[in-house]
């Protein structure tokens, strides 16, 4: 029998370069029961990837410094397993977005409940909503 942890992918990678933003997508995204990795910028989401477990979403910030969130998100492209992990572009530049090809855009300031839809849209309900 499988349980509800083997039957969602509840791992999120969050590459935001503001400590306050970054530490508040993460706790809010743990109370649903998500496991959260971070990073400070995207040159550290891809050192992390190569540490983690493949996250079933990535929240990318696009204004960063070393290496922002367009030049991750093509150096993302260049590894075909890692391409194939969906970006949600977290901004409040939503217009510039759409030049990262995600797959959805959380505007900033980030309404959590907005968040929790689009995270549950690539990663399943949270192990929280399955238990009750």
Request: proline residues 3%; charged residues 25%; hydrophobic residues 45%.
């Amino acid at each position: 029998m499988k349980t509800l942890e083997n039957r969602y992918c509840k791992e999120i990678l969050i590459i935001e370069d503001d400590d306050g933003i970054r530490e508040s997508l993460k706790f809010a995204l743990e109370l649903y029961g998500y496991e959260v990795s971070v990073a400070a910028n995207g040159k550290e989401g891809l050192e992390r990837l190569k540490t983690i477990s493949k996250p079933c979403l990535i929240l990318l910030d696009l204004m960063m410094p070393i290496m922002n969130g367009w030049q991750f998100a093509e150096a993302l492209q260049e590894d075909m397993i890692l391409a194939a992990i969906p970006i949600a572009v977290v901004t409040a530049f939503s217009e510039r977005a759409k030049e990262v090809h995600a797959q959805a855009i959380v505007k900033k300031p980030v309404d959590v409940d907005a968040l929790i839809k689009v995270v549950q849209q690539y990663c399943g309900g949270s192990i929280k909503e399955q238990a009750i």
